[in-house]
């Protein structure tokens, strides 16, 4: 690989980070290892084809075009979760993966009946990742801090909200939203 290929390369891993929090190289690698999935079958479960999925784990690619393909992923990283912490079994998730490949990609923030795979509300992490993906479909992290610092003088509550679910962590934007529910 030359030093312009490199460049881009590091360029795609950084804007993934910004995107989905890490580099999709990571994050699916994550998710093969999780739910014992092999390179072809998550490309099958995610609706990739399997050149595009190595295209965005080398980082040839930077961005998931497809927001259903988006929200697939974040259902199997929820999965993943569920299965390390014994609340989802073996049988189950392999049951779970298949209803997530049928998926559309459906938002749990629109009210058409849609929730968790559990039956239940959707998980507070599921929401804060719908609203990440949301800002994110619509523009870059750089875009939305630029945004955000624009509104900060008149509207400090709503650049702080741009801030944490457009360009920040999961984890962080699980936090604020946690601590504005009331």
Request: no cysteine; glycine share 10%.
């Amino acid at each position: 690989m030359d030093a312009a290929q490199q460049e881009a390369t590091a360029r795609a891993r950084e804007l993934q980070r910004s995107w989905y929090g890490e580099p999709l190289g990571a994050l699916f690698r994550r998710l093969i290892d999780d739910l014992g999935l092999n390179q072809a079958r998550l490309a099958a479960v995610l609706g990739l084809s399997a050149p595009m999925l190595s295209q965005l784990m080398s980082g040839q690619r930077a961005k998931i075009g497809n927001p259903a393909v988006v929200q697939r992923v974040q259902a199997l990283q929820e999965l993943a979760s569920q299965v390390a912490d014994g609340s989802v079994s073996a049988g189950e998730a392999t049951d779970r993966m298949e209803e997530i490949k049928k998926s559309q990609g459906g938002s749990v923030l629109t009210n058409t009946g849609q929730t968790s795979t559990t039956g239940g509300a959707p998980t507070v992490r599921r929401v804060v990742r719908e609203i990440q993906s949301l800002l994110r479909s619509v523009a870059a992290a750089g875009d939305i801090i630029d945004a955000a610092d624009s509104l900060a003088p008149a509207h400090p509550e709503l650049a702080e909200f741009l801030k944490v679910y457009g360009a920040g962590r999961t984890a962080d934007a699980v936090a604020h939203y946690e601590g504005h529910q009331s």
